[in-house]
């Protein structure tokens, strides 16, 4: 193996105290209006969830900039942010509802909170009939369908893909469970699988706009196993919950602690696929220099989404579903693969600075969605605690 | 409504796999004449019109069936439904599992087409584009049963029409060549979202299998 030793020098990317404590600065002053909503929390479970969301925010964030290291941290603030939502998510539903089951009647009433997910199945009806197809309120409730698509537009147009890594609320089981171990137990994957998302986008659509219904809601998505379901009241029904359960436990729990790969977002999610083409009109990439990279092909292993290989390493930049997580970067020990800003030069200098202006507003994004769900769970877990429930 | 959208629904998924396998037939001779963009359409237009044919004859066939077999049969539902869940099954296989083949290739005699394009060269499209119809792939096969399953022959004809419009829709883009390079990504994504329905078909076919088991 050649190795270019000039190119496999450490950069300098780290800051001393002082200055990440001055970069830190701004997201401190952000988080803090963000979780305060401006006022100081009067109840002692709101004032203690405050201080330590706001403590474990921002010594995240303040971690990502002294080390120069991405992934390693936003992956702590990410997975807890997803366990957090499951359980902030259930305990509100159980609150409101009295089951984690949508009925019939609920969703008439249309009270189902929209996702993400659903996006991509609404556009064709929405362009031919004027219709949302989902039982949802376009505004004014929570997790309303107009607040979902304005944080989407808002992401996509900042982050593209970056919304799987640093946005989504569902992305960090995934990430949690393809941590549990130190060896992937399953190494070699046919790349070919690669494309099912793709060609689940096109069936869903497609069936959609057909049945102007959210077919993959009503079939298969994995994360209706901890978020809600249609209650059961029919074989339909129940084979839909056992579909969820089964994707779940075989795709978010099972495959991604084997390969320890995000299996369900790079090799399942049809939102991932369509979010994949947000990345061609976001000023972020990640590349790979070339000069410096000695072949060793330890991203294209480690590269949770499959956005890796020894084709795009010799292009020098990622396939268009990097998810823009950091882990690549992080691992190469040539720093020779970088978060860059499209149109300029891989230049050794602005390295550090492309970095922190995308982190910036990628970690606002996840502080924002983390922020909220991470005090509620902490409150919920404070009264757990004091009084036997959480409800 | 339904129905037709069934068709057309089946026929678009398989679209991909469908364009990207016929296209090696249709492309050396667009790429042959090479007359601009409008002829390019204008002969893309004849294949399908062949293409068509191909599909009628086979609505035709399903009718037939129906009116020969199953609808005297007591056990219209038990049929059909094998039939939906046994293609279904070779459409989630051809989907998921099949290696990799030339598809329509195989399946139409390449010296022909070479022999037709140099003594009959105002026949070859339509030509071409009816025999690469009367392949029997599991989506044929299972547009075939969905046909069958219709309860008069211009229902049956309709579906087949309905599943060539779904598989004819990524033909709009043949004639302008470009996306050539990335025919082998394109038939990949088509097989499997074939595949994908193929499971929807499994659906429907244990459903109809359990009525006619229920209905002895």
Redesign the interface.
Known sequence: MNINKSAAAPVNNKPGLFKTLLLCLPMMTVTLLMLSHGQRPEEPALLIAFVLTFAFINTIFFFMIYTGETDRWRSILFIVYSFCFILSFITNLIEVRGSMAISEANMIEGLTPFCHIVIPMTLIPLAITKTIIFPGTIIGANASIAGMFVLWIGTSLALGRGFCSWFCFFGGMDEGFSRLFRKARIKNIDR?WT??P???L??IV??SA?ALAPFYCEWLCPFKTVTEYQEITSIKTA?QAMIFVSLFIALVMILPALTERRIQCGLFCPFGAFQSWTNKINVFDVRIDPAKCIKCYKCVQICPSFSLSEDTIAKGKTATTCMKCGKCIDACKQHAIVYHIKGTPLNEGKVEIARRLFIYPAFIFLATMAGGVVQDAIVKIIKLVTTGSMI | MYIKLDGFILGLSNGGACMAACAPVLLPYLLGEGKGIASNYWITGQFLLGRLWGYLLFALLAWMVNTAVLRESEMWNLIIGVAYVLFAALLIFYGFLKKEDSGCQNSCNRKMYQQLTTLRPALFPVTAGFVTGLNFCPPILLAFTGAAAQSSLIMSLLYFFSFFLGTSALFILLPLIGISNRFAVIRIIGKMAAGIIGFYYLYSGSIMLLRGIAKL
């Open positions: 070919k494309y099912l793709y060609a689940l096109l069936v497609l069936a057909a084979l």
